[in-house]
């Protein structure tokens, strides 16, 4: 098994396409595009009704104000909270003691592929990736739109390893 360590680049790299991934447009008529109209739809409403309850009754504006700088700051907060928390999880994975730039290796064979590092074992079979994605340095497999690995094309030198998983892995994303 060939031993690698990756590079804060092969992270960069990895966040862009996962990035990429999730934040991609969805086809018109797909079950995404449809979420997402719902979604916009709802909150649509919810203004609606609010702004026909503020207008209705005047004893109630107090309350109704109230109820929108409320909903207004926890919308921040969460925000502020979410965008913190993204760093907190970006600084551990990518800090010397973190996993993803420790030593590692991997192992490709028909069964799937088997990743060890300083925190322990990890054994995909061909199944559990959806698609991949390769440039001049890096194959990228994807698990979830949102999660995947990267590898090096500098840990692995031989083609028939890359070979092997281009025949297993469903197509490029």
């Not at 700051?73 to 994975?93: D, E, G």
């Not at 991949?132 to 698990?143: A, C, M």
């Amino acid at each position: 098994m060939p031993q690698f360590t990756l590079t804060r680049d092969d992270f960069e790299a990895l966040n862009k396409c996962l990035t990429e991934n999730v934040t991609k447009k969805p086809p018109l008529l797909s079950k995404a595009f449809f979420m997402r109209v719902g979604v916009w739809v709802s909150i649509a409403f919810i203004f609606y009704s609010f702004f026909k309850a503020y207008a209705a009754s005047e004893a109630a504006t107090v309350y109704l104000i109230q109820l929108a700088v409320g909903a207004t700051l926890l919308f921040v907060i969460a925000t502020v909270a979410q965008v913190q928390n993204q760093k907190t999880l970006v600084a551990a994975l990518i800090s010397p003691q973190g996993w993803f730039l420790s030593p590692q290796s991997v192992q490709v064979d028909k069964d799937g592929i088997k990743q060890t590092s300083k925190l322990g074992e990890a054994h995909f079979t061909w199944r559990a990736f959806m698609k991949y994605r390769e440039d001049q340095e890096r194959f990228y497999l994807f698990i979830e739109p949102g999660q995947g690995f990267v590898l090096p094309k500098r840990a692995i030198p031989d083609n028939e390893t890359w070979n092997l998983i281009r025949a297993n892995v469903q197509g490029e994303a």
